[in-house]
């Protein structure tokens, strides 16, 4: 494993840390308790063997040097310059480098968080202490960090879908016609004819035209959120019933266009995620009504994961498909 | 403190002119050799050892480089230590010249560019996806700052570069001086770095030789001695923020071993990724007290022709950083200024940029910056004849 590659690891699990809220955690040496910044394999202060382990440390610390960078600036953050930048002491001792506010100067107290920005990745941001400073839901909002969409096109669910996510908040255009480019997208592949989740006899011309018009829409929807890819964070959420992940007896029509499904969606994420395309699989089970689904669904577009289960049986498969993917699909047939 | 260098000199400094960035740089480390051994009169033939230091030759190593030349090489290397791979490699090819492993090793740094930087940053090392080095350079600017520096001190830095660098054939602005006004007005990077503070990144290539000095003398080659070298890289991992580097921890035994006071310097060439890089160098290298930088940056022009030449070429920010070869652009500078050999021969006749009776140079580097400091230090002091014309010709830059 290279440097680059334990960093990058490392990064991961902060993603994770900033997706759960809460404390700061950040690696640290079980042996001598140096915080090991950015992550490393072993402790460069004690030279101990053993990786150093991701726990909470104090949050607090104090302002070393704060810039404002106006230069070259990444997707989340294309239409705020500039964006301000500081390496900050922790009382934990370690120096980071974090996003923070631009009323912050040397020698300010500040705490530090991991938050998810719009793109979906961890930063690190220093929010000043105290009374008179910006809250963290400022320092959020100047950074930019706020996920939520404004604009959602959906394909392929009913007005009632639509309705319920506007009483929430974003606008919702049916396949993207009528509104502005939009930030985000739901497409719902199981609701897509020909497809009828749990149809018997599909024939297997049925399941290859269902195929295609799922890639086209996964297709259409991709190529509708790369108008806006450059301006700022798009978010692709694909819809599919969670028997994508298992068959159930006697439900091969259904289960195979799901599994096809499954598949076409991770291929969009391959080709989509290197341009800036944040594509999510989110598994939903029959008894989510549409309420709770508009509901989950606009959590989907802050969360961070790409793969996300709606609904107890959802949530339940995709934990055992997680642990032992075989095992599942011996124990839905009825195997085990 | 090491034993001293006897016997092993520096020669044949060589720089390519800034070149067409589709060449490969393959190609560009075959020139500059070429042109190394052109400048000596020797042949290829001669070489038996080689360092070759670039980001840019892929997964190619110098074993593949040596043999894609036709080299047959008792010593193979490349330092890969960013600004410092150049002190690193002369520093270890002078041990084994000295040794008689091997007998003449050409020192090559050569990159194309712009090269890109290695997607090595999610977002926590390079929080909005900037250019990494120039917010952790802006970060470090503002804590000297903080300790009395001013933006006209940096400017000082970058004014005389730009004066150094003019008319030179292989600088990139080597068109004249620029005015304080447009430094000051320039647009901002990470504040307080403007678009000059930071080099431009060019495809080029630097180098020289590293031989016995009987067979300098005998191919009749000007040669500069080392006095002293050293390399300390990651030091003062526990800094807050960087104010110094490997060099201020062994500077005491660094003087020491070149048998020279601070103050003997005639030139110092720094390796400038921003000016308080250079102004940190300074310091470290004892020519000022820590802190005092910014007080002797005021106190000196730092030009060619007044008092401390700095980067009598340009230095980075003038004339272009080619990659990793941007410290080699440093020592191959120095080498030239120390033997009198700071002229080109150009279309329009001779054009010389040789700082009068410069016989002793500093070269120092610290690069290689990481998540929040450079990593990477290196220095040496080489002495040379100088021009010999001037101030009572020939006279050696004996070590006190």
Redesign the interface.
């Known amino acids: 494993m290279t440097v680059?590659e334990a960093?990058?690891e490392g990064?991961g699990t902060?993603d994770l840390v900033a997706a759960r809220g809460g404390g700061l955690q950040l690696p640290t040496c079980d042996h001598c308790g140096e915080i090991a910044?950015?992550p490393r394999l072993v402790c460069?202060r004690c030279h101990s063997l053993d990786t150093p382990r991701w726990c909470e440390v104090g949050p607090g610390g104090r302002i070393?040097?704060?810039?404002?960078?106006?230069?070259?600036?990444?997707?989340?953050?294309v239409d705020r310059p500039?964006?301000p930048?500081?390496?900050v002491?922790l009382d934990f001792g370690a120096?980071i480098?974090?996003?923070t506010h631009a009323n912050v100067t040397?020698g300010d107290r500040v705490d530090v968080f991991a938050e998810l920005?719009r793109?979906g990745?961890?930063?690190?941001v220093a929010v000043p202490r105290g009374m008179g400073h910006p809250s963290v839901a400022e320092v959020r909002e100047s950074l930019g960090l706020s996920m939520s969409v404004r604009e959602i096109a959906l394909f392929g669910g009913g007005s009632r879908l639509a309705d319920a996510i506007e009483r929430i908040g974003p606008r919702v255009s049916i396949s993207g016609r009528g509104g502005e480019a939009p930030d985000g997208v739901v497409v719902m592949l199981p609701t897509l004819d020909p497809i009828d989740a749990g149809a018997r006899d599909m024939r297997f011309g049925d399941l290859l035209l269902a195929t295609e018009r799922m890639a086209d829409h996964l297709r259409t929807a991709a190529t509708l959120l790369m108008e806006r890819v450059a301006q700022e964070p798009v978010t692709l959420v694909a819809v599919l019933p969670d028997r994508a992940l298992c068959p159930a007896p006697n439900d091969s029509g259904g289960a195979a266009a799901a599994a096809a499904a499954f598949s076409l969606v991770s291929a969009t994420r391959q080709r989509w995620r290197p341009e800036g395309l944040r594509v999510v699989t989110a598994l939903v089970d029959d008894t989510v009504d549409t309420v709770t689904l508009a509901g989950a669904l606009l959590d989907v577009f802050e969360a961070t994961s790409d793969y996300v289960a709606i609904g107890p049986r959802a949530a339940a498969t995709f934990e055992s498909w997680r642990n032992d993917p075989m095992r599942l699909e011996r124990e839905s047939m009825g195997y085990l | 403190m090491s034993a001293a260098y006897d016997g092993v000199v520096l020669a044949a400094p060589f720089s390519l002119k800034p070149h067409r960035s589709e060449a490969p740089t393959l190609r560009l480390v075959a020139e500059v050799i070429a042109g190394v051994l052109d400048t000596a009169g020797l042949r290829h033939g001669q070489l038996d050892g080689l360092s070759v230091t670039s980001g840019t030759t892929g997964a190619e190593t110098a074993l593949g480089i040596a043999d894609h030349l036709g080299l047959s090489c008792r010593y193979l290397d490349g330092p890969v230590l960013d600004g410092a791979s150049a002190i690193a490699a002369a520093r270890r090819a002078a041990r084994l010249v000295a040794a008689g492993d091997v007998d003449m090793v050409a020192v090559i740094g050569a990159d194309r560019g712009p090269v890109a930087a290695p997607p090595v940053s999610p977002q926590t090392f390079d929080p909005v996806a900037a250019d990494r080095e120039t917010i952790v350079l802006a970060l470090i600017t503002q804590a000297m700052m903080r300790r009395g520096a001013t933006r006209e001190d940096f400017a000082r830095l970058c004014l005389a570069q730009r004066t150094n660098a003019h008319r030179l054939p292989f600088a990139l602005h080597n068109d004249g001086p620029m005015a304080l006004e447009d430094y000051l007005d320039a647009s901002v990077l990470a504040a307080p770095l403007v678009v000059h503070d930071r080099p431009t990144p060019i495809s080029g290539g630097e180098g020289f030789l590293v031989l016995r000095e009987v067979d300098a003398v005998a191919a009749r080659l000007p040669f500069a001695r080392i006095l002293a070298a050293t390399e300390r890289h990651n030091a003062y991992r526990f800094d807050d923020l960087q104010f110094r580097g490997g060099l201020a921890r062994d500077a005491e035994t660094f003087w020491l071993e070149a048998g020279i006071e601070p103050d003997a310097i005639d030139i110092v060439e720094t390796n400038d990724e921003c000016p308080a890089f250079s102004i940190m160098q300074f310091e470290d290298a004892g020519l000022c007290l820590k802190g005092e930088g910014p007080a002797f940056v005021r106190a000196h022009t730092l030009t060619r022709d007044g008092s401390l030449a700095h980067n009598t070429s340009g230095g980075l920010l003038a004339a272009g950083r080619p990659g990793a070869a941007g410290g080699h652009l440093a020592l191959v500078e120095a080498i030239r200024q120390v033997t009198g050999s700071a002229f080109a021969d150009t279309a329009e006749g001779r054009v010389s940029w040789q700082v009068a009776g410069a016989r002793v140079g500093l070269v120092s580097a610290l690069g290689g910056v990481a998540y929040d400091r450079g990593l990477a230090s290196a220095a040496m002091v080489i002495a040379g004849d100088g021009a010999g014309d001037v101030d009572g010709a020939g006279a050696q830059g004996e070590p006190a």
Request: net charge positive; proline share 5%.
């Open positions: 680059q960093r990058r990064l902060l910044w950015p460069g070393e040097a704060m810039t404002l960078v106006h230069a070259a600036l990444g997707r989340a953050h500039p964006v930048v500081a390496i002491h120096e480098i974090a996003l040397y920005d793109t990745r961890a930063v690190l």
